[in-house]
């Protein structure tokens, strides 16, 4: 059986409006309290994803993340590092159709990457990507000088 806490209440502002005041914290007097222990940081786990370009090591890099972040944030830094790209592919482990990442909501958790506490040493989960660039067909970024 888990701690008690306090729910949420409600108060009414002075403009008449509602506004939330979130007691969550642990009851005084409770294991949680006294060992001065927080649930919400025992559920943060961080890893650090060791990223590598296929066929290209000059542009690997090392990114700490929590586990419960998405796909879409990892998939923005790498847009973010290389500029504009098209059909960009990130797979965990080693580089095949069956470990590829495909949804952009779940997060990195869902996939099995497993993660430690904050404190801990560093978890370290390898992960492959690979991306063609953008296309131009405009003459004038094409002409060479």
């Known amino acids: 059986m888990g701690p008690r806490k306090i729910k949420k209440k409600e108060k009414v502002r002075r403009n008449g409006g509602l506004e939330s005041e979130d007691t969550s914290n642990p009851v005084p007097g409770t294991i949680e309290s006294i060992a001065g222990i927080s649930s919400a940081s025992q559920l ?3 890893v650090t994803l060791d990223m590598r370009l296929l066929n290209w090591n000059y542009l690997n890099f090392k990114l700490r993340l929590r586990t419960s ?6 998939k923005d830094e790498i847009r973010s590092r290389h500029g504009q ?15 590829e990442l495909r949804d952009d909501m779940s997060t990195l958790q869902d996939y099995g990457i497993e993660g430690v506490p904050e404190n801990e040493p560093e978890a370290v989960c390898v992960i492959q990507y690979d991306f063609k660039p953008k296309e131009y067909d405009n003459p004038i970024l094409l002409a060479s000088t």
């Open 44 to 46: 943060q786990h961080y």
């Open 85 to 99: 790209i098209t059909d960009l592919k990130i797979c965990r482990g080693y580089f095949a159709e069956k470990n």
């Open 69 to 74: 972040t998405r796909l879409f944030v990892l």
